[in-house]
């Protein structure tokens, strides 16, 4: 049987303002992250690996990226791999730190995950149009978030989940302090895992436990699965998760309220005519 490539994209939040308030937190959360990709290439050597990181205003990709001058020069004697890819991520992450640090007073908390999700899936994209044998090439994404969701971004997200959904990517998650109804979508719609981490203690056996082997794998294992999801959706009108609302019947757009005109199709509705009234007027049924 001919053996399928593997490619893992991990997407690691680093928002400033949230991690300021952990700073020992997040050492151990990069450190683990980096003991887990270094582990996710050693277990296969066609495993290839992206690394991605969003903060309040941007995403960007870190790894694969090319080793400065004087970074090569210490390859001796080390697996080239690990070294290139420690070097680079340690690298990137300690300048995007210094970058915003004593920066973050006016900052918001949250973070663009939409735009390092939809980074990834392109990044997926082209290495399947890439390689002659890309049929084969089966992807993955890991999040790990530490910002609370922001339902001005449920749209982008969505879409990106759909998009995986569509192109056989499992999106699995590990939100972290913050419970993520996004994350928990993504994992039950393309078949991830999904988990909450509230103490980091033992972060780096998480994620060699639950996210190191693959879809298939898994199977075999007794991994805890999600009870609950939050499948709230956020209303176009006013970006607020709701449990009920009115969906447009043309292009299925979520209003929290009546809308005589659907704001993104323009179709106008007009809510039924109530009977006429006899005699003692009726209380208004809303
Ligand atoms: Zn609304
Ligand atoms: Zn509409």
Redesign the pocket.
């Known amino acids: 049987m001919e053996e399928s490539e593997n490619l893992l994209v991990v997407i690691l939040d680093i928002n400033a303002k949230q991690w300021s308030q952990r700073v020992e937190e997040f050492k151990k959360v990069v450190d683990s992250v980096m003991v887990f990709c270094n582990s996710y290439l050693m277990m296969n050597h066609s495993n290839k690996l992206a690394f991605y990181t969003c903060n309040h205003s941007n995403a960007t990709i870190l790894y694969p990226a090319e080793l400065d001058e004087n970074e090569s020069r210490i390859l001796d004697g080390k697996f080239e791999l690990f070294v290139e890819l420690n070097t680079i991520l340690s690298r990137k992450i300690k300048a995007l730190v210094n970058e915003i640090d004593g920066k973050i007073e006016n900052q918001p908390t949250t973070s663009l995950l939409s735009g390092a999700f939809s980074q990834a899936l392109c990044y997926i994209h082209k290495k399947k149009n890439e390689d002659p044998s890309g049929q084969r090439l089966s992807s993955r994404i890991l999040v790990i978030k530490a910002s609370p969701d922001v339902s001005s971004q449920y749209m982008p997200v969505m879409n990106c989940i759909f998009a995986s959904q569509k192109h056989n990517i499992a999106v699995d998650s590990c939100s972290l302090f913050h419970r993520s109804g996004f994350l928990q979508q993504a994992a039950d719609i393309t078949g991830g895992t999904y988990n909450f981490v509230d103490n980091v203690s033992g972060f780096l056996e998480l994620l060699i436990w639950i996210y190191l082997p693959e879809k298939g794998v898994r199977e075999k294992f007794e991994l805890p699965t999600n009870v609950e999801i939050d499948y709230r959706a956020a209303c176009f009108c006013h970006n607020t998760l709701i449990e009920m609302g009115f969906v447009?019947s043309?292009?299925l757009?979520i209003y929290c309220k009546f809308m005589p005109k659907?704001l993104?199709?323009q179709?106008r509705f007009r809510l039924p005519q109530l009977p006429p009234m006899k005699g003692k007027k009726k209380k208004k049924v809303a």
């Open positions: 447009c043309v292009c757009s659907c993104t199709c179709t």
